[in-house]
């Protein structure tokens, strides 16, 4: 069946890029911040496509149209891009052509390749124009948006007032934040920094927002010099509170349209600007003024080693958060054999549970409720026409989290709504295993989650089976449920775990049409004792919230990691049972019983 609605965005786009000159337009789906979550506004990717997961690229030639995007959507892109004539490129295998090699076998010397520089960062746009105009001898115009002119109905730019963070959640006022960060810029001989990235702005200013879903940040820009500070936001979002909150810590608001005009003013300084977080037009207006150093923001990793407070915060949102999944699955197990039950209906049951929980703000991410081969689609969003009825048997794959002020959360259960299959029991034991043996790790400081990542994985690829997303991200204070700079994956990345810092652990395993398996606990670096050439560190789990017991195949695990699931289980029980009535403690208790 063809897409007729995104076909004639197609042709409006091509006849932009004709009037333009363009033979391709390249489509990512960030803003002007690399986020990756967005406002309505900069979902243009989703907007010419169809195509609704998080992450991915379109490109449109005059004659053809390719969406590239990975494994955790390859599922979810085929379905959505039926009828569209955009071609499906699975990014991370070996047969997939890169977006420029693609694009460089289509095109011709002296074609013209076309992106918005605004939602390109510097150092990427600065590969792409290195490589089409040195190697293919093409041109690159990075100064044109073509969705201010054919998205007839874009949404507006977020204006809704922003909010402030208060002291005794955040653990540090912005005043104190702002003097670390220029100690930092000083010891590096920096005069100033630019910041981009918003979870950075909103944890350095103690400032929250709604403007984008589930991420609870503001669309600005913050300029930190040694005297001085300015934030660039829209001045609907600068209530009397703000205004005084950012007068105390120093801070000057602007017009969030005035950066450039900012830019100029400001003389010889030595800036330090992040290539791979500041887009490349934002780059230029600075680039003509400063002396810039491309380096990494020092925030980021500040931002990543909690405080007491903060460490105190997320214990107590756990718990809570604890209290609402243990009402919600006690709830699950009795109203799935009544057959009324849906992927959506149980979405707004969690909800409705999780909303009861005082410091209650929002979910962190559209819950992901995938029953059945659903599950094995890892970014599954169920809507009315792929909802489907919860049966007993198989499983429910249920991947949420909540923003409350203390704390963010984010955690992944698997659950046997009936009879499995011994294959489903076999991989449930597998994901199981790797969960614990990550969880279990003790490791010299200086390690890298790159280095730990096997762990988790190991008990798959004994038996040839792996999963293609990380194990584990950072997560935000009241802030984003993905963020940096540590990981657990299988890519090299150069961070070192730290005490402090808040990661995922999260192995899983889809089988298409089949199955997906997933069991994700957040878990807090701590120190693990002194030992031969140093330090080591290990994890401490902080998710609260009893794994289901009934698919495990008890031959399979090892004897310490049985005894790790049973602490882990007596945990939960300790935690949770004071909040809850006497019905709701017999059903954990029995769900947190030794196997």
């Keep these: 069946m063809e897409n007729h609605t995104i076909k004639a965005r197609i042709t409006a786009l ?17 803003d002007p911040h690399l986020s990756e979550y967005v406002a309505p506004h900069w979902q243009s990717r989703e907007w010419i496509s169809g195509f609704t997961g998080s992450a991915g690229t379109v490109v449109v030639t005059l004659n053809e149209a390719a969406l590239w995007t990975d494994s955790r959507y390859f599922l979810q892109a085929a379905e959505q891009l039926r009828g569209t ?31 918005d520089g605004y939602v390109f960062s510097t150092a990427e746009a600065k590969r792409l124009i290195t490589l089409f105009k040195d190697k293919a001898k093409m041109d690159v115009d990075f100064l044109s948006d073509p969705m201010d002119t054919i998205w007839t109905d874009r949404p507006a730019l977020p204006s809704a007032p922003a909010l402030v963070y208060p002291t005794a959640y955040a653990g540090k006022d912005a005043k104190t934040k702002l003097s670390d960060i220029r100690k930092v810029l000083s010891a590096q001989g920096m005069d100033a920094l630019l910041v981009s990235a918003l979870d950075e702005i909103a944890w350095t200013l103690n400032l929250r927002g709604t403007d984008v879903h589930c991420n609870p940040v503001i669309i600005s820009y913050l300029f930190i010099s040694q ?96 209290v ?32 009861a929980q005082p410091l209650y703000i929002g979910e962190s991410f559209d819950t992901i409720a995938g029953y059945g081969p659903h599950a094995a689609i890892v970014h599954y969003e169920a809507t009315p026409e792929t909802d489907v009825p919860l049966k007993p048997r198989g499983f429910l794959l249920l991947d949420s989290g ?26 449930y034991t597998l994901i199981l295993k790797g969960h614990i043996d990550l969880a279990m790790a003790v490791f010299p400081k200086g390690t890298r989650g790159a280095q730990l990542d096997v762990l988790a994985r190991l008990p798959l690829w004994q ?32 961070v070192p775990l730290e005490v402090g810092m808040v990661t995922s652990n999260e192995p899983g395993i889809y ?9 994700e606990n957040l878990v807090l670096t701590v120190p693990a004792g002194e030992g031969m050439f140093g330090s080591y560190l290990k994890f401490e789990t902080l998710t609260l919230c009893p794994i289901d017991k009934r698919p495990i195949l008890r031959e399979m ?34 769900a947190t019983s030794a196997i």
């Excluded at 289509?106 to 074609?111: E, F, R, T, V």
């Excluded at 963010?408 to 294959?423: F, H, K, N, S, Y």
């Excluded at 990691?561 to 017999?586: G, I, K, T």
């Design 14 to 30: 091509r006849s932009y890029m004709n009037d333009k000159r363009m033979n391709a337009f390249i489509i990512p789906s960030t």
């Design 85 to 115: 004539d955009i071609q499906l490129m699975k990014d991370g295998l070996p047969e997939t052509p890169s977006i420029e090699d693609w694009l460089m076998e289509k095109l011709q010397p002296g074609d013209t390749v076309g992106f």
């Design 227 to 322: 005297s001085d500070a300015h934030l660039f936001l829209h001045p609907q979002k600068v209530t009397p509170e703000v205004q005084a909150h950012l007068q105390e810590a120093g801070v000057t608001w602007h017009d969030y349209a005035d950066i450039q005009t900012f830019a100029a003013q400001i003389k010889e300084q030595h800036l330090l600007i992040s290539d791979s977080k500041t887009n490349i037009q934002v780059f230029t207006f600075f680039d003509a003024h400063c002396h810039i150093h491309s380096g990494t923001s020092p925030i980021a990793a500040m931002k990543a080693i909690r405080n007491d407070v903060e460490i105190a915060g997320i214990r107590h949102a756990m718990q809570r958060d604890g």
């Design 324 to 355: 609402a999944l243990v009402k919600f699955f006690m709830w699950l197990e009795k109203a799935v054999p009544k057959g009324k039950e849906t992927e959506i209906s149980v979405d707004r049951k969690l909800h409705e549970l999780r909303a």
């Design 402 to 427: 909540a923003q409350y002020l203390d704390g963010t959360t984010d955690i992944t259960r698997t659950v046997a709504l009936g009879p499995l299959t011994q294959e489903e029991k076999e991989d």
């Design 463 to 494: 038996r040839r089976l792996n999963y293609l997303h990380g194990t584990g991200h950072g997560v935000g204070h009241y802030l984003n449920v993905h963020e940096g700079p540590q990981s657990i994956r299988m890519q090299e990345n150069p």
């Design 511 to 519: 089988k298409a049409d089949s199955h997906g398996i997933r069991t």
């Design 557 to 590: 695990l090892t004897n310490e990691e049985v005894a790790w699931l049973n602490a882990y289980h007596q945990q939960v029980y300790d935690a949770l049972s004071p909040d809850l009535n006497f019905e709701e403690r017999y059903w954990l208790a029995q």
